[in-house]
């Protein structure tokens, strides 16, 4: 089945249009000297020097200091994800005490919710008729539950969780290592186990084990390191679009576990992605983000860093990286204003909103 009209069958870009694409790459750009990284931590050197980061129409200026939290509040690690609720409240995950931080629009910090779990993974926003929530995926929780599924308001409360099910076949507790979670247009939850087998697990809209698909390996329909999930809505039939992190892919599945085609190959580690209209924004843990269009071709580059010695380096620290460049692009997010907020991996925190240039 092909869902869509592409450059090569089944939506798969060879390697020599994919380096084309990439030779014309646009690197972020600096008016004036190097300045330190615009971070949401405490004390971050702001800087009034313009940067911008794409190429083209997705030519992006980067929001200097944008994130700040109050005085004396900790940032913590930055290996998660970004949303925002139908306000325009942006949610930043966080490997610490803080838990969700949440943002005004304007970046004004909010409220922490969700503080009992301090490392959430994933985020997926849902509107379910009048009522919001976040589907959210937990590394570290309550001294009794590490990697589980938590549903909760945009407050913070707790509707749903779900663990490893029986039917797995798990024998020990570190099999089960989840990395991301979607809703499907039945209800149905998703959930990827990333760090574990890379198996995708379905279950009922109340949390009722169903199937599972997928598991380890580098043939089509198998993954290594199933680490994102997102609902594709782009073409007539909506599919489940899958970050196969270590293949360097990106895979369509529909709802009922069959493999569709891989969507482009030869990326720089896919971690999330996030749709505007037709297009989609793809964060890659070695120091880029991808903007695809309909055809899943490439067509913009934002934050390319140069300096392979920073690429999916957790340590580094966000000062050495220049505004406009990301390290390791981890969770990523793109607004209805077309703006986009992306986290880097990064043991300290780094978060950056870019803002679409207007011509």
Excluded at 176 to 198: E, L
Aim: with cysteine; net charge neutral; aromatic share 10%.
């Amino acid at each position: 089945m092909n869902p869509k009209q592409s450059r090569a069958e089944n939506g798969v870009i060879d390697r020599r249009s994919f380096l084309a694409v990439t030779g014309v790459a646009a690197l972020a750009t600096v008016a004036g000297p190097r300045a330190r990284a615009a971070t949401a931590l405490p004390g971050a050197e702001e800087t009034t020097m313009k940067v911008q980061t794409g190429n083209g129409e997705w030519t992006y200026d980067v929001v200097s200091g944008w994130g700040q939290l109050p005085a004396g509040t900790a940032f913590g690690g930055t290996h998660g994800a970004i949303t925002t609720d139908q306000n325009g409240n942006v949610y930043v995950s966080t490997q610490s005490e803080t838990g969700i931080l949440v943002y005004s629009p304007d970046g004004v910090f909010k409220t922490s919710i969700a503080k009992e779990y301090p490392e959430v993974h994933s985020i997926f926003h849902a509107q379910e008729g009048a009522d919001e929530y976040l589907y959210t995926t937990v590394q570290k929780g309550t001294p009794r539950e590490n990697w589980l599924f938590v549903k909760m308001k945009t407050d913070g409360t707790v509707v749903q969780k779900i663990t490893a099910p029986p039917q797995a076949g798990f024998k020990a507790p570190n099999e089960w290592r989840i990395t991301a979670a979607v809703t499907g247009p039945d209800g149905s939850i998703f959930i990827a186990n990333g760090y574990g087998d890379s198996r995708i697990f379905r279950f009922d809209k109340n949390g009722e084990y169903r199937a599972s698909y997928g598991g380890k390996g580098t043939t089509e329909g198998l993954f290594n390191c199933s680490h994102g999930l997102a609902v594709d809505a782009r073409y007539d039939q909506p599919l489940l679009l899958v970050c196969d992190r270590e293949n360097r892919r990106l895979c369509h599945f529909d709802f009922d576990g069959k493999y569709v085609g891989t969507v482009t190959q030869h990326m720089r580690r896919p971690c999330q992605v996030s749709f505007h209209g037709d297009d989609a924004v793809v964060s890659e843990l070695e120091g880029r983000v991808t903007i695809l269009d309909r055809d899943n071709v490439p067509v913009a580059f934002l934050g390319d860093n140069p300096q392979k010695t920073q690429w999916a380096n957790y340590q580094v620290p966000p000062a050495d990286v220049a505004p406009g460049l990301f390290s390791a692009a981890h969770g990523c997010y793109i607004d209805q204003q077309a703006n986009i907020y992306v986290s880097d991996w990064n043991r300290t925190g780094r978060v950056t909103k870019l803002v679409r240039t207007r011509t």
